[in-house]
């Protein structure tokens, strides 16, 4: 598992791009036949993915987490952005459309990945943070979403955002996660921006032609930066930046949140005249 320490908004100032992307780009997501994992220290979060082509993936323990298995003080959330598969949790067999999510509660002993055809592979994104409290495994559809349409087209930030795990869906004892979907001709992510500072956040941008890219917005509303992030990429956002997006053509992305507040609504917006 790697291990990442991000900088702080002080450092952040003074940082160039390089070592902003070194310091919250995740690029390394999503290869082939096995499990990609990244601790990072801002609450504790673990981001991460599986892609099962040819056998089976099965999620291991690490040296990391001083534990005897992944789950025993965790819980993680899970959302397919790829081909159907299936993720075995003790035994029990979770059937996995593209876009369907599963949250695992803490206690859970044997997890396993895997695809129903190599031609079409599952890919599967992983965001787990520690938990206090063992809550059932459940798994999201899409239909049973909460759903939120927000922006406008006159603004280009159209979108509809789906709600999985949160305190009136799927319980969890911190994170908090789903996806946006932009629509066609809709190109702004969160946009008026905002930060919380009593959770961190994981962007994981995808569906995304392999030409496009987004301009990840973060920093304080007074020392903005970007990071250009390509397809199957994720950002981590501290409690201090804000985050937002600009894309060159359509992208999907999912939002995974870890902290003290579960709230969706726990955010402070931000006046897009005051940023600089």
Partial sequence: MDVRYVADPIRFQRMNTQEIRASFLVDNLFEANKISLLCCE??????GSAVPIHEKLSLTVTSELAADYFCQRREIGIL????????????ETYVME??????????????????????KPAAFYL????????????????EKAEAIQLGSNETAN?????????PRGILSCQVVMGFTVLESGSVWNTMPPHTH???????LYFDMAKEARVFHLMGT?????????????????????????VGTGPYTFCWGMGGENQTFEDMDEIEIGKIN
Avoid: C
């Fill in 42 to 47: 801002v609450d504790r979060a673990i981001i």
């Fill in 80 to 91: 397919n952005i790829a081909g159907k598969g299936t993720i075995s949790i003790d035994g």
């Fill in 98 to 119: 593209n876009r369907d999510g599963l949250y695992i509660g803490k206690g859970a002993k044997e997890i396993v990945f895997s695809s129903e055809t190599a031609t």
């Fill in 127 to 142: 965001l787990s943070f520690p938990a206090h409290q063992a809550y059932p495994t459940k798994q999201a559809r899409l």
């Fill in 158 to 166: 159209k979108r509809t955002i789906y709600k999985y795990i949160h």
């Fill in 197 to 203: 500072g009593r959770r961190m956040e994981v962007y």
């Fill in 221 to 245: 509303a007074e020392e903005t930066r970007h990071v250009v992030v390509a397809n199957r990429q994720a950002v981590i956002s501290p409690s201090w930046s804000m985050h937002s997006g």
